[in-house]
């Protein structure tokens, strides 16, 4: 019962119906989030990019809509 609540309180930590490709967009939305959140880590990824950290936040945002590509074609059962 505390595992269910905690799944229903954080989508990132899955469940048992969770897929590959499912896990795989939080995982990177996640990582998106922390490094926007975080300054010194948006500001060490401008400076190795060579970007403002203002185009460094908006990269990250476009990139959280589809951060793994358009998702896998569903089989039918």
Partial sequence: SQLEHLQLKYVGTGHADVTKFEWAINQHRDTYA????HHSML????????ESLGRMKYTFLQNMLQPCGKPPE????
Avoid: L
């Fill in 34 to 37: 922390s490094s926007i959140g």
């Fill in 74 to 77: 569903k089989e039918e059962e």
């Fill in 43 to 50: 500001g060490y990824g401008a400076i190795a990019q060579n």
